[in-house]
């Protein structure tokens, strides 16, 4: 039986008192408002429904890159059901898909496709599609580059700016640490897995957007959601790396943004609701908000 709110009792109750009253003055207007009554009482109810009647927490953790991703469907997830609350831990990719895995947690997030010999334990729903922007400091010359380019530059075949464009100095390549999603994704779109020179492996994407903020031989390569003005974006093979370009293909170094859950396990409602929204059309506007870019739409 579903629960009456103080609100719709009070409403029933006061609706039904003036039905009782009015009963003296004949059947029919006693009837008339014992009808509005019941109807007030559906009303009322159908506005708790549409308010949210679920509570508890859904835990997520993962991808540093889904930050402000996450943070926009909570926030837009918070008007529809107002008693759940969603947690979200940035341990990076692999702790998100380790943490589905071993059920520490209702969803694990994910900035990269799940390999074969995960997808033994997981299920992963693609909820957007995030561009990894190659980021170069703001007094570079340099404004284009080729995959090639980047392959070469990252296991230190290219040495030197003057041989892309730019000027005479040692490129120092910034990356992130070994179970980035970032770099899993970089890496194997470019084809460089474990093979980068890097001068700096960086924890977090804003740290990576930092170092090569701090010095002008730096190239490094982030989230497109992450990527502000402290920067600059080179385009790759004459393509920009923007939501357009991303959705139709056109930028080649793109990866999905991944809802990773249990297979063995039945998600709460809660934390199922909370997959419905964010992969209904009704999120599509908080994931374009946040930076990425939407696949339900």
């Not at 926009?72 to 990719?93: M, N, R």
């Amino acid at each position: 039986m579903k629960k009456i709110t103080r609100r719709s009792f009070i409403t029933v109750c006061g609706a039904a008192a003036a039905a009782m009253a009015l009963t003296a003055c004949g059947g029919a207007a006693s009837s008339t408002v014992a009808s509005s009554a019941a109807e007030s009482a559906s009303s009322s109810a159908a506005a708790e429904t549409a308010a949210g009647t679920l509570s508890g927490n859904v835990a997520t953790g993962g991808s540093t890159s889904m930050k402000n991703v996450i943070a926009a469907l909570t926030e837009g997830f918070a008007e529809v059901e107002p008693g759940v609350t969603v947690s979200y831990d940035p341990t990076g990719s692999g702790a998100g898909i380790t943490g589905a895995t071993d059920k520490t947690l209702d969803i694990g997030l994910s900035s990269r496709a799940l390999k074969d010999d995960e997808k033994n334990d997981v299920d992963g729903t693609i909820v957007a599609l995030d561009g990894i922007a190659i980021v170069v400091n703001k007094a570079s010359k340099v404004a284009d580059l080729t995959v090639d380019q980047l392959k070469q530059m990252f296991t230190g075949e290219i040495t030197n700016w003057k041989d892309v464009g730019g000027d005479d100095g040692e490129i120092v390549l910034v990356g992130r640490e070994a179970g980035s999603g970032t770099r899993d994704g970089f890496e194997s779109i470019v084809d460089v897995k474990d093979s980068c020179k890097y001068a700096q492996e960086l924890t977090a994407t804003g740290a990576v957007i930092s170092a090569v903020e701090a010095n002008p031989l730096a190239v490094g390569y982030a989230s497109l959601s992450a990527v502000g003005d402290t920067v600059a974006m080179v385009t790759v093979e004459g393509v920009e790396c923007s939501e357009d370009t991303v959705k139709d293909g056109s930028y080649k170094i793109q990866r999905p943004f991944v809802f990773v859950t249990n297979k063995s396990v039945t998600l709460s409602e809660q934390a199922q609701a909370f997959v419905d929204f964010a992969t209904s059309k009704d999120a599509a506007d908080l994931i374009r908000t946040a930076g990425a870019v939407p696949v339900n739409e």
